[in-house]
Structures are given as structure tokens and as C-alpha cells.
């Protein structure tokens, strides 16, 4: 899946087997164990004998992670091209993405860098997936402590653009930032929401929607933070 002659290209443009003797990029693309395990079946690398521990983990601390990433935005960027000329049986009619997170526990003696608790290591995996192409968007590996509003607080979405979330990420004063800036949003209310009608909507002849209104949040700080009239739908 990898092109060779682009993968090569990125090389020479980072300079990045500068001084290397033999133990090329191409080779560096698995780990230690992956090789060991299937020796029999490298010979299209060009790898002819199992490395070192030492010699993987020296070219892993020297050389630069750059490669890898341009590596991967050539990849996204096939994929993309790829998508675009499939139909679908289902499309929306705006950009649509959906944000969500995943604590994943590591071992803290071997993850230090990783403390979550006392005796507990842990990251956040935030992820973002494009509906568009079925493919994550961004993806960033945060420690165990920061929450999933403190990340959805740094985002920008393009006007139009309808992202979909769980009641993590409820936040008003966010909310708030995204009408204005015409982006569109879909998530579970909390069950502590306060508010009043101000308008209920036509109810679709089919489907399950029980319930569509227009509200205005009622709570001290939630209207300050969010003054406008939302959507609230029972489904």
C-alpha cells in the first residue's frame, strides 16, 4: 500500500539516513517482535536478517519521526481520492464528524510518563472519524486526566459542518461559540438540563421522533453561557 518511490522521496527530502550503514527506513517500518515472528515472510522488505534490539531502538531515538507522518498523509490522502469516487446508499447533506474518547490503561512501571493514578498508568485516545470517507479525521493521545471538553474546546469546524458527540462534551459556553460560528452539533442532554419552550416543531408523519421543540435553557449560568434557543428532540 505504501509507494515506494513517495516513501523514498520523503527520505532524501528529510535527510533522514544520514550516516545510516545498512539498516534502511524501508526496514525500520515494523519492530523488533513483528520481524522475529515472521522472518519467512520479509524478503519483500529487503530484510535478510533479524536486527538487533539495539540497532532498531538507536534508529528509532535519531532519526526523525517526520518520515512517518508524511508516510501516513500520503496514505490519507489516496484514501481520499479513492472515496470520492464511491457512491453511498446514504449520504448527509453537510460535512458531518463525530468526536469521542477511550481511556486506555497501560502499566505504570513500564509507562511512567503515563501516571493516571497512584499505582495506575493511562492515556485519552481522542479521536475525530470523517463521515465523509469513513476515516479519522485527527487523532491525539492526551494522559488520562484531561477530559473530553478541555480538548473540544480547542477545535474548529468549518461552517455547516454537524458534529456528533455523547454528554461528555456537554458544555454551553462551547455550544454557544458553535451556533455563532454556524457549525451544528448532536448530543444527549443531561439529565439535570433546565428549560423552557419556546416553540414545538411539526412532527414528521413517520418515524420515531416523539418529541421536537425549539428551548430556551433556563438554568443561572447555562443561559448565560448559552443565551440562544436550541433544538431538543425525543427519539
Known sequence: MINRREFSRSVAELEAEKG???????????????????????????????????????????????LFEKV?????????????????????????????????????????????RRAKGAINLHLMLNYQGYLPGWALITDGKINDVKVAQKLEFAPGTVVAMDRAYVDYEMFDRWTNKGVWFVTRAKDNMNYRDVKNCTLPSRGSVLTDQEIALTGYYAAQKCPGS???SVV
Open 72 to 116: 501516513f498523509y500520503q496514505l490519507l490522502s489516496e484514501a481520499d481520492l479513492l472515496e470520492a469516487k464511491q457512491k453511498r446508499r446514504f449520504r448527509f447533506k453537510n460535512p458531518m464528524v463525530s468526536i469521542d474518547s477511550k481511556t486506555i490503561d497501560l502499566c505504570l512501571s513500564m509507562f511512567d510518563w503515563a501516571r493516571f
Open 20 to 66: 545510516a550503514k545498512g539498516f534502511r527506513y524501508w526496514h525500520q517500518r515494523e519492530i523488533c517482535g513483528g520481524l522475529a515472528s515472521s522472518m519467512g515472510k520479509m524478503v519483500h522488505l529487503g530484510i535478510k536478517r533479524m536486527l538487533k534490539r539495539s540497532t532498531l531502538s538507536y534508529a528509532n531515538n535519531h532519526r526523525p519521526w517526520q
Open 230 to 232: 436550541l433544538r431538543r
